[in-house]
């Protein structure tokens, strides 16, 4: 899982090595999933939303900052306590970072 997230391209897509299949994100199923994240982010994204003594990211600012990589690596993982892990499947994750990149550029 790790290595398929790692190959992750500014397009979207990702690659998995040990299949040789492409998962390439989609924007509207990754701004469905998104609206999970709108509690804390806000559908603009802007965030600041206190959650447990810290606030939300500004995804406007973040994700312009982060390569996709990154990104996905923070939606499968969490961030510290503030975040918990959102998506595991690939496909989520490459749905979500789609979706980010394009709202968030």
């Known amino acids: 899982m790790i ?11 990702i690659t998995d090595t040990g ?5 390439v994100g989609d924007q509207a ?3 469905t999933l998104f609206s999970a994240c709108a509690g ?7 965030g600041g939303d206190d959650i447990g003594g810290t606030p939300s990211a500004d995804l406007t600012a973040k994700v312009p900052a982060l390569t ?10 969490g961030f510290g306590s ?4 959102q998506y595991t499947d ?16």
Do not use: K, W
Not at 3 to 13: E, K, R, Y
């Open 19 to 23: 299949t040789d299949t492409d998962i």
């Open 40 to 46: 804390c982010h806000g559908t603009d994204g802007i």
């Open 3 to 13: 290595l398929l997230l790692l190959t992750l391209a500014c397009t979207g897509t």
């Open 82 to 85: 503030a975040m918990p892990s």
């Open 29 to 31: 199923a990754g701004a």
């Open 68 to 77: 996709d990589t990154e990104l996905a690596n923070i939606i499968e993982s």
């Open 90 to 105: 690939a496909q989520d994750v490459a749905d979500v970072v789609a979706y980010l990149r394009a709202t968030f550029p």
